[in-house]
T-cell receptor, first 115, second 113 residues
Framework: GAVVSQHPSRVICKSGTSVKIECRSL??????MFWYRQFPKQSLMLMAT?????????EQGVEKDKFLINHASLTLSTLTVTSAHPEDSSFYIC???????????FGPGTRLLVL | AQSVTQLDSQVPVFEEAPVELRCNYS??????LFWYVQYPNQGLQLLLK??????LVKGINGFEAEFNKSQTSFHLRKPSVHISDTAEYFC???????????FGGGTRVLVKP
């Protein structure tokens, strides 16, 4: 149980375009989902927390207009990187947690390369 | 605010030898503690967690960790490593089920034949 998927696993896009990444909880209802960014050989940096049906809470320094997060259902959250630039290239990982549950379960990650 | 320190950024170890990965945290309240493993180009997989009860926690793949409240530590151990244990290991803490995780910087384990 507690499986989280992400799609796509890898994406290459041109500078200025937008990219959408999906995060799905496959076998549980995820009332809260988290989006992280990870640079090479570094730890995870929390970008935002989203609760189903409400606006995401962004961490300090994360541009909410650039990284749009939608959590419209209990099994799906999306992260859209708008007007992507090469500096947005990174490994993006989502995690999901059920109501009253203390454990986050992580997706396999999405590697974004902006040319 | 909580913080997590993983004292070793890299740990080389020979196959079948024991390994210990150190994790210390700071928090003013009771915490939940986690160890995750990340294989190259993959997400994080939960190894084990401490929520309450016995301070010795056993996880998957032969790993175990011991919570020491007085030392504010949660060190991870495995008595005999395999080549397949080569990965990045992250210690993480949260201050309650409704709160976000704080991660340590990670420890890269390289198992040598």
């Amino acid at each position: 149980g507690a499986v989280v998927s992400q799609h796509p696993s890898r994406v290459i896009c041109k500078s200025g375009t937008s990219v959408k990444i999906e995060c799905r909880s496959l076998d549980f209802q995820a009332t809260t989902m988290f989006w992280y960014r990870q640079f090479p050989k570094q730890s995870l940096m929390l970008m935002a927390t989203s609760n189903e049906g409400s606006k995401a809470t962004y961490e300090q320094g994360v541009e909410k207009d650039k990284f749009l997060i939608n959590h419209a259902s209990l099994t799906l959250s999306t992260l859209t990187v708008t007007s992507a630039h090469p500096e947005d290239s990174s490994f993006y990982i989502c995690s999901a947690r059920g109501t009253g549950v203390e454990t986050q379960y992580f997706g396999p990650g999405t590697r974004l390369l902006v040319l | 605010a909580q913080s997590v320190t993983q004292l070793d950024s890299q740990v080389p170890v020979f196959e079948e030898a024991p390994v210990e990965l150190r994790c210390n945290y700071s928090s003013s309240v009771s915490v939940y503690l986690f160890w995750y493993v990340q294989y190259p180009n993959q997400g994080l997989q939960l190894l084990l967690k401490y929520l309450s009860g016995s301070t010795l926690v056993k996880g998957i793949n032969g790993f175990e960790a011991e919570f020491n409240k007085s030392q504010t530590s949660f060190h991870l151990r495995k008595p005999s490593v395999h080549i397949s244990d080569t990965a990045e290991y992250f210690c993480a803490v949260n201050e309650g089920a409704g709160n976000k995780l704080t991660f340590g910087g990670g420890t890269r384990v390289l198992v040598k034949p």
